[in-house]
């Protein structure tokens, strides 16, 4: 089955950038997700990528794709006390609408 | 935007207690999903629905069942609560086509004592 890994803490300081790192090892996932889950809150989809890309930007967030090496991280840019979060990759399994997540990644941003 | 509603924020059940985790969406969504989160071990799927009076089981079905007699609601039931069920339960729904984005309510923190 599906096995998605992620470091479990990160500290950043405010204004730095941010990269958190995902490896997963179904490959025949399509859409690959980033979800963020604030303090107290549910999760929110943050953003995603298609397989066939390499790299999705948006705003602040770069998503970066290694097919080959199975591997998915998420950049921040000019990281916010706002963006302290735990931040959860997702692959979906081969067929149907199922995710599996990773443990998510704490991230806390120091002033 | 998507809505889905989870009835309690925090929930203290004692063990041995039927449990009933309710969960609805606005949405008009085919499949919804229940989810237990734990420290270290991020989001594992309990149960998901498809369509009404359907249901399968996900990676941890064990000491649960689901029930979907609407559209939009789908409940999670502990028939027995014990301590090793104290979790955060999330909802989660999506439309019908693949690989659409899960959308989540904000959790129903459960502590069985």
């Known amino acids: 089955g599906e096995d998605v890994e992620q470091s479990l803490f990160l500290s950043v300081r405010e204004g730095d950038s941010s990269v958190i790192n995902c490896t997963y090892t179904?490959?025949?996932?399509?859409?690959l997700y980033w979800y963020k889950q604030e303090p107290g809150a549910g999760l929110q989809l943050l953003t995603y990528?298609?397989?066939?890309?390499d790299m999705k930007q948006d705003q602040r967030l770069t998503v970066l794709l290694n097919k080959k090496d199975k591997h998915l991280s998420l950049r921040i840019a000019d990281t916010q006390t706002g963006d302290s979060a735990i931040y959860f990759c997702?692959?979906?399994?081969?067929?149907?609408?199922?995710?599996?997540f990773g443990g998510g990644t704490r991230v806390l941003v120091k002033p | 935007d998507v809505k889905v509603t989870q009835s309690s924020r925090y929930l203290v059940k004692r063990t041995g207690e039927k449990v009933f985790l309710e969960c609805v969406q606005d949405m008009d969504h085919e499949n919804m999903f229940w989810y237990r989160q734990d420290p270290g071990l991020g989001l594992r799927l309990i149960y998901f629905s498809y369509d009404v009076k359907m249901k399968e089981k996900g990676d941890i079905p064990e000491g649960y069942s689901v029930s979907r007699e609407k559209k939009e609601r789908f409940s999670l039931i502990l028939e027995s609560a014990s301590t090793n069920q104290t979790s955060m339960y999330l909802c989660?729904?999506?439309?019908?086509?693949?690989?659409?984005?899960?959308?989540f309510g904000n959790g129903t923190r459960l502590t069985v004592t």
């Open positions: 989660a729904s999506t439309p019908g086509q693949a690989n659409s984005p899960l959308h």
């Open positions: 990528i298609f397989s066939n890309m």
């Open positions: 997702a692959v979906p399994k081969a067929a149907g609408n199922k995710l599996t």
């Open positions: 179904d490959s025949s996932s399509t859409y």
